[in-house]
T-cell receptor
Framework: DTGVSQNPRHKITKRGQNVTFRCDPISEHNRLYWYRQTLGQGPEFLTYFQNEAQLEKSRLLSDRFSAERPKGSFSTLEIQRTEQGDSAMYLC?????????????????FGPGTRLLVL | AQSVTQPDIHITVSEGASLELRCNYSYGATPYLFWYVQSPGQGLQLLLKYFSGDTLVQGIKGFEAEFKRSQSSFNLRKPSVHWSDAAEYFCAVEMDSSYKLIFGSGTRLLVRP
């Protein structure tokens, strides 16, 4: 178990450019989440996948944000026409479901994050 | 609205002293509860979790947390803090089996030598 990995770890870009981040989940995990964390705040949910299906994307911040998980393994998060307000840490998490006495329990494990700075 | 409150933005304790970090949530039923720790520039590491059963849960690094339904709280404790515990601590809840975690705004722990 190598944990959740994210690349790049840091990205500096100019306003108006497009950026793409990659997340590789723990191999046996079928759920994958994206969160955004701004300075001094807790992470904020953006979207999630179960296998290759994107089951919730209403929290994506605008139509400039999109995410994919084409083969149910790694995922990418793209931000088009970046703005300075997009500067943040973007965190990925993966999880699997465990059924304990008929109760579904899920634990999310986070990657190291990608820190984006938009100049 | 469902929310998570960590009332202490910063806490400073001396090394070897005990620690309690507070977490309260606003929700009509019992959520699933988590504590994560984040070192500067890093991702979040899971410390412990509560789904049901025994309301006192043990985690890694000597941390424990107690769920109190009557107070809608899930406070994190450690009997003796080490300098390496200095970090930011986040309480998170999952409500309505809604898959997503709702985080508090975090408590930054500083440890005095």
């Amino acid at each position: 178990d190598t944990g959740v990995s994210q690349n790049p770890r840091h990205k500096i870009t100019k306003r108006g450019q497009n950026v793409t981040f990659r997340c590789d989940p723990i191999s046996e995990h079928n759920r994958l989440y994206w969160y955004r964390q701004t300075l001094g705040q807790g992470p904020e949910f953006l979207t999630y996948f179960q296998n290759e299906a994107q089951l919730e994307k209403s929290r994506l911040l605008s139509d400039r944000f999109s995410a994919e998980r084409p083969k149910g393994s790694f995922s990418t998060l793209e931000i088009q026409r970046t703005e300075q307000g997009d500067s943040a840490m973007y965190l990925c998490a993966s999880s699997s479901l465990l059924v304990v006495r008929a109760e579904v329990q899920e634990t999310q494990y986070f990657g190291p994050g990608t820190r984006l700075l938009v100049l | 609205a469902q929310s998570v409150t960590q009332p202490d933005i910063h806490i400073t304790v001396s090394e070897g002293a005990s620690l309690e970090l507070r977490c309260n949530y606003s929700y009509g039923a019992t959520p699933y509860l988590f504590w994560y720790v984040q070192s500067p520039g890093q991702g979040l590491q899971l410390l412990l979790k509560y789904f049901s059963g025994d309301t006192l849960v043990q985690g890694i690094k000597g941390f424990e947390a107690e769920f109190k339904r009557s107070q809608s709280s899930f406070n994190l404790r450690k009997p003796s803090v080490h300098w390496s515990d200095a970090a930011e601590y986040f309480c998170a809840v999952e409500m309505d089996s809604s898959y997503k975690l709702i985080f508090g705004s975090g408590t930054r722990l500083l440890v005095r030598p």
